[in-house]
């Protein structure tokens, strides 16, 4: 079955970086685009941005454009996101996705929190 757990987040400050890496299993990575969602308290989920089976990114949020950066392994089934200059503003539930089959797949999330 499909799966996708999502690591990296954590506590950091302001100005700092953080690496967030989903690992997936049941289904052909390299054929995917995959995708990175965050949600912050009281909003709604929204597209940070995504990776096609190329390499190809998708427009990236406006708010991380310059300071975010999305890669993928496709040896590992593994996609990346390099997060630099973390303002508290980026503080959400981190969450990779894929469609499959129609069908989309969510990670758990991983919490990041950028405070002093």
């Known amino acids: 079955q499909v799966q996708l757990v999502e690591s990296g987040g954590g506590l950091v400050q302001p100005g700092g970086s953080l690496r967030l890496s989903c690992a997936t299993s049941g289904f052909t990575f390299s054929r995917s685009l995959m995708k990175w969602y965050r949600q912050a308290p009281g909003k709604e989920r929204e597209l940070v941005v995504g990776i096609t089976s190329a390499g190809g990114t998708t427009n990236y949020l406006d708010s991380v454009k310059g300071r975010f950066t999305i890669s993928r392994d496709n040896y590992s089934k593994t996609v990346y996101l390099q997060m630099n200059s973390l303002k508290p503003e980026d503080t959400a539930v981190y969450y990779c996705?894929?469609?499959?089959?129609?069908?989309?797949?969510w990670g758990q999330g991983t919490q990041v929190t950028v405070s002093s």
């Open positions: 996705n894929v469609l499959v089959d129609g069908i989309g797949y």
